[in-house]
């Protein structure tokens, strides 16, 4: 099997927008195309079962300074 050295960028559209994911050791990206801020989750969230938790609280975080702006 080959190992994950270094980062995988692919894109994917969902509902009509393009979305580019980041694949590298440490974590997954997920961003709007064009955006630089998105929903980043760990592999160690993801194996412990918190990675619901993590995007949750960014989505709640984003939407927080978005208000405060």
């Known amino acids: 099997?080959?190992?994950?050295?270094?980062?995988?960028?692919r894109a994917l559209s969902?509902?009509?927008?393009?979305?580019?994911l980041t694949i590298d050791p440490k974590e997954l990206?997920?961003?709007e195309k064009g955006?630089?801020?998105?929903?980043?989750l760990s592999w160690k969230?993801?194996?412990?079962g918190d990675a619901g938790?993590?995007?949750a609280l960014q989505a709640s975080t984003a939407k927080l300074k978005a208000h405060s702006r």
């Not at 969902?14 to 580019?20: D, L, N, P």
């Not at 955006?35 to 980043?40: A, D, E, Q, S």
């Open 29 to 31: 990206k997920l961003t």
């Open 53 to 55: 938790l993590a995007a």
């Open 35 to 40: 955006h630089r801020r998105g929903i980043t």
């Open 14 to 20: 969902v509902g009509g927008k393009t979305y580019t």
């Open 45 to 48: 969230d993801i194996l412990s």
């Open 1 to 9: 099997m080959t190992p994950l050295d270094k980062p995988i960028k």
